[in-house]
């Protein structure tokens, strides 16, 4: 098996959001509809927090892993996780992370 990975770009190519996993025809199904929920739900907005682009002009990409398991990628995804909400915590303007948050 592969580890395929799926993300939503901005035209700026910021990562908005991305999911992981071994079954690479449904990744970017999947990543859509959890986006979809997410902006219906206010949990996200509809533009990226870094340089504002609308949700219109977000695209996907899926590619390969250097990883062959969920098993082998989880601890290097958890890493880059933490990260990830680390940066957006400081850079976003979500109304959940960053700097739109509710407190």
Not at 30 to 54: F, H, T, V, Y
Not at 69 to 94: F, G, H, V, Y
């Amino acid at each position: 098996m592969i580890v395929y990975l799926a993300q939503c770009l901005c035209p700026q190519r910021h990562a908005l959001m991305a999911v992981y996993g071994e079954d690479e025809k449904t990744l970017e199904w999947r990543l859509r509809q959890m986006i979809e929920r997410l902006i219906d739900k206010n949990a996200i907005n509809p533009w990226c927090g870094i340089c504002r682009a609308s949700v219109e002009t977000w695209y996907y990409e899926v590619a390969k892993t250097r990883f062959a398991t969920m098993q082998e990628a989880k601890p290097a995804l958890s890493r880059l996780q933490s990260a990830n909400l680390e940066a957006n915590s400081l850079l976003s303007d979500s109304p959940v992370l960053g700097k739109g948050a509710q407190n």
